[in-house]
């Protein structure tokens, strides 16, 4: 909208300053001001002004000075001169630096003030969008660097001990002790499947197209309870299913699976292992037009310092458990990705919910 464009004016002339707002009131919100310290407090007081206007010849201080200036306290408004014909070399300096966009000479017409403007903003929106793009490469370019960095070591570090490990192998002739080294190996190589299998959930995470498909809840509970039953088994938990949305819906499964398949992973991972009373719940349901699904733990709880990190990539809260640092922040992208939203309540001791909504769509 036109009105939410933010202009300020400069000129020393009253008459000019009164005419300017006064023939755009009605389109664009404009500020004036009749001196250079007066424009630099409107600046800082309103930093979304778009479009910047400067009568070259002020008390004090040039107009191409004070943009000089403008260039690195606030380079993103689209600077404009104002100026006689006797003043045109200097405008032309200023723009061959850079400091300003156009110049116009005085008197100015209505007409030729609404094309420049029109002109301004698609310059200061594309100056907008170039930074914001720039500002998410460089996002990217980080987390790709951290990502092939964390990648690496944790690929090395059970590839290395494998290697160690048939090395040692070769010298023995103990056939005890050579079982002892093969368990050894499957423990190492479980532990590198399971962080191949967390690569490939980034990278289904990262793909862009989303494919939707009719959603039966009881169907995946069940895939998943088959998956985990021999952990679910060996570590005696008590594992419940309340399933209240009896209705399919839309959704990508790939993504909801990843999802519920980390939850559920790290509800087990995370039990206390000192208590008889281990639980694992999972509610699903409708409300509001939205898909709930709540997973609730009896474990050991997430302290209040590690609950904005946890969904980071890599983060690992705590160095007592093994984990890649990409589960969690597989299942925060997922549901980012399924336009839905990733809450956690834990209390340190006692358990942890994980609450997913996602958006009610019909088959």
């Given at each position: 909208m036109k009105k939410d464009i933010q202009i300020l004016y400069i000129d020393d002339e009253v008459q000019n300053l009164i005419s300017f707002k006064s023939s755009l009131r009605f389109d664009y919100q404009v500020f004036i001001a009749s001196t250079i310290n007066e424009a630099r407090h409107l600046l800082e007081k309103h930093p979304d002004i778009r479009i910047i206007f400067s009568d070259q010849r002020m008390p004090g201080m040039m107009g191409t000075d004070f943009f000089e200036e403008l260039k690195s306290t606030y380079p993103l408004p689209i600077r404009i001169l104002l100026t006689g014909y006797a003043d045109k070399e200097a405008a032309i300096n200023a723009i061959n630096r850079?400091?300003?966009?156009?110049?116009?000479?005085?008197?100015?017409?209505?007409?030729?003030?609404?094309?420049?403007?029109?002109?301004?903003?698609?310059?200061?929106?594309?100056?907008?969008?170039?930074?914001?793009?720039?500002?998410?490469?460089?996002?990217?370019?980080?987390?790709?660097?951290?990502?092939?960095?964390?990648?690496?070591?944790?690929?090395?570090?059970?590839?290395?001990?494998?290697?160690?490990?048939?090395?040692?192998?070769?010298r023995s002739k103990n056939p005890e002790e050579i079982q002892d080294i093969l368990s050894l190996v499957r423990t190492s190589s479980e532990h590198l499947d399971n962080y191949v299998i967390n690569l490939q959930d980034f990278y289904k995470t990262k793909q862009g197209q989303l494919h939707y498909e009719a959603i039966d809840l009881n169907s995946i509970f069940q895939d998943l309870l088959k998956v985990f039953q021999a952990a679910i088994i060996t570590t005696n938990i008590h594992f419940i299913v309340k399933n209240d949305l009896q209705t399919p819906?839309?959704?990508?499964?790939?993504?909801?699976?990843?999802?519920?398949?980390?939850?559920?992973?790290?509800?087990?991972?995370?039990?206390?292992?000192?208590t008889d009373e281990k639980k694992i719940t999972i509610h699903s349901y409708i409300e509001d037009?939205?898909?709930?699904?709540?997973?609730?733990?009896?474990?050991?709880?997430?302290?209040?310092?590690?609950?904005?990190?946890?969904?980071?990539?890599?983060?690992?809260?705590?160095?007592?458990?093994?984990?890649?640092?990409?589960?969690?922040?597989?299942?925060?992208?997922?549901?980012?990705?399924?336009?839905?939203?990733?809450?956690?309540?834990?209390?340190?001791?006692?358990?942890?919910?994980?609450?997913?909504?996602?958006?009610?769509?019909?088959?």
């Open positions: 850079g400091n300003v966009f156009k110049f116009l000479t005085k008197p100015w017409n209505i007409e030729e003030i609404y094309g420049v403007i029109k002109e301004a903003n698609t310059h200061y929106e594309t100056k907008l969008l170039m930074i914001t793009q720039k500002q998410e490469l460089e996002r990217a370019y980080s987390e790709l660097d951290k990502f092939t960095n964390n990648v690496s070591h944790d690929i090395r570090n059970p590839l290395g001990g494998i290697i160690s490990i048939i090395k040692f192998a070769e819906f839309q959704s990508d499964k790939t993504l909801l699976q990843i999802i519920l398949y980390n939850l559920i992973a790290n509800a087990i991972k995370f039990q206390k292992p000192d037009k939205q898909v709930y699904i709540a997973l609730t733990d009896t474990g050991i709880g997430i302290k209040e310092q590690h609950k904005d990190n946890i969904f980071n990539l890599f983060y690992r809260a705590s160095s007592q458990f093994e984990g890649s640092g990409l589960g969690l922040y597989n299942v925060s992208q997922a549901v980012q990705k399924l336009h839905g939203q990733l809450t956690v309540n834990s209390v340190p001791g006692e358990g942890s919910t994980f609450t997913i909504k996602l958006p009610y769509i019909a088959h």
